[in-house]
């Protein structure tokens, strides 16, 4: 991509222009638009139609509810309504923060199973401790099959200040014990995690791009730094996105200046925008690899393919997902608000990487399990690409448009000891609940370590452990079958691992547990090792 004299920094407010941005109401701004107009009026004659002469009673605002959806379908895979209260539920964990009670949970046989109470939240307040039951919710039953994870949430979010009743059954008392709970803001970090992998090699797992999520990530940067990392691994995968502005800051940090970032292009010249490095970036330097998956979309492949067209960063792991569309959203007068696409963005080469949706939703929708199909997850040669739209890097590589980011280095998914026994207890979320038990019933041992690496010093042997779990998947309804067993061995006892340390000690002890195996993480680890990341990337 050209400079041009257009060309602004990234500090400037056209940044917002890329994130998905509270607009205007959107019938004000089509009211003196003819043909719409016309249409409109339309509409209303139908409406009036059915509302006297339908041969049944119907109400006309479910009818309009289910009727937007299915117009905006037809535009773009991307554009989107959201009632009122949809639309608040989907931005309350972007935003940072929402209304709660404070606890993290997971549904163990249709019962609600504390397994975190975040430090100075409510929950902790009044006494309520992980490993705790919630068997009752304001004196209704919270227990059974329609008590969803959505069902729970629902029901125990609301308003800052507003307070709920919990019934809670404790493992060491035999009563029902009862709490009243204070709703407040909860923090929701979407930096998951960060560690020094080796001595020289920082990791940084982000699950979304939220609106503080650059803070988080430079926080996590400078603590890396200060403990002597050098080099980083940006782990994004399963990451769907969010706001774009975001990624936007985080691919400043780590490129010179006037280099471009991302332009965007739609009907208007007002949703024309270009984004360039300011240069004040922190690790301008420093060695760095992505990690994508098919899961890792939009506000992701903004940052992976900004660092990969400019040759700044190796990218590792699977081809991304492929969405190259910006939303814009424009709240309706009952702050209901559509998610309306208009704009494509580019990568600094020019490319867009915004998969076909020519052929319907459905299969815009299936084209993810048809990677599984076809097998490009397994294998590089199998791999969709449009070899049609080809671009250059800064320095000459070969990149790709249409269809996500194509990885410098793929590595396909891991299938060794994934056996048919490994499904079924995946499946049934066996492993989470024997972690759950475990903390249970070990959680006064288990409180009086210090970090994890003394949970694993501790813990019982691998085949002690493996006995254990095959035992207590028996008795929920997986029969052991010690061939398979055998073969996921080494699978099954570093996911139990890494999920017992989460519930006692967060997500910063399961990352270091459950990468050692992640032949991702160890791919980007041996090419930083051989600088293959250094600027500009020789992969």
Request: glycine share 8%; net charge neutral.
């Amino acid at each position: 991509m050209t400079q041009k004299s257009t060309r602004q920094p990234i500090w400037l407010p056209l940044v917002i222009a890329l994130a998905m941005v509270v607009g205007i109401i959107i019938g004000s701004r089509f009211a003196s638009n003819k043909p719409v107009a016309e249409n409109d009026r339309k509409l209303n004659a139908i409406l009036n139609l059915i509302a006297q002469d339908y041969v049944d009673t119907v109400n006309l605002h479910d009818l309009i509810e289910l009727s937007i959806p299915k117009i905006l379908s037809s535009l773009d895979p991307h554009t989107n309504y959201f009632s009122a209260e949809d639309l608040k539920a989907s931005t309350d964990d972007l935003n940072g923060s929402f209304s709660g009670i404070g606890i993290q949970f997971m549904m163990v046989n249709d019962t609600i199973g504390v397994v975190e109470v975040i430090p100075g939240g409510p929950s902790e307040k009044v006494g309520i401790l992980a490993g705790d039951k919630i068997i009752m919710i304001d004196d209704s039953t919270a227990t059974g099959e329609k008590m969803t994870n959505s069902a729970v949430m629902k029901r125990l979010r609301g308003e800052k200040g507003t307070k709920v009743k919990l019934g809670i059954k404790r493992p060491n008392t035999s009563k029902t014990l009862t709490f009243t709970v204070t709703r407040g803001d909860i923090p929701v970090n979407t930096v998951d995690a960060f560690y020094m992998i080796d001595k020289n090699t920082g990791y940084v797992k982000i699950n979304q791009f939220g609106r503080h999520t650059y803070d988080e990530f430079i926080t996590a940067m400078a603590s890396l730094e200060e403990e002597g990392a050098k080099r980083y691994i940006i782990d994004l995968r399963g990451n769907g996105g969010g706001f774009m502005e975001m990624a936007l800051l985080m691919a400043n940090e780590f490129l010179p200046a006037n280099q471009p970032i991302v332009f965007t292009k739609g009907r208007y010249k007002r949703d024309d925008n270009e984004v360039w490095s300011d240069g004040n970036g922190s690790f301008q330097d420093a060695e760095v690899a992505v990690l994508i998956d098919e899961f890792s979309a939009s506000a992701s492949e903004i940052f992976a393919g900004a660092l990969q067209d400019n040759d700044r960063g190796l990218i590792v792991g699977c081809r991304s997902f492929g969405k190259g569309l910006v939303q814009k959203e424009f709240v309706l007068p009952d702050s209901s608000a559509i998610r309306l696409t208009t704009a494509r963005y580019y990568t600094p080469s020019g490319r867009c990487i915004q998969k076909d949706y020519k052929q319907g939703l459905l299969d815009y929708e299936m084209e993810l399990a048809d990677r599984y199909k076809n097998g490009e997850i397994y294998s590089r040669d199998s791999m969709k690409i449009d070899k049609s739209q080809v671009f250059k890097t800064a320095y000459g590589r070969t990149v790709y448009g249409g269809g996500g980011i194509v990885p410098d280095i793929f590595v396909p998914h891991d299938t060794v000891g994934i056996t048919s026994y490994f499904i079924d207890v995946v499946n049934a979320g066996l492993m989470q609940r024997y972690a759950f038990n475990y903390c249970n019933q070990n959680r006064a041992a288990l409180n009086k370590m210090e970090d994890y690496m003394q949970f694993l010093r501790m813990a019982p042997s691998d085949d002690a452990l493996i006995k254990d779990f095959a035992d207590f998947a028996n008795a929920n309804g997986i029969v052991p079958r010690w061939y398979y067993i055998n073969q996921s061995h080494d699978a099954i006892v570093t996911n139990i691992k890494a999920l017992i340390a989460r519930d006692i000690f967060g997500n910063q002890a399961y990352y270091p547990i459950i990468n050692r195996n992640d032949k991702t993480v160890q791919a980007a680890l041996r090419a930083l090792n051989k600088h293959k990341a250094a600027f500009p990337i020789t992969e």
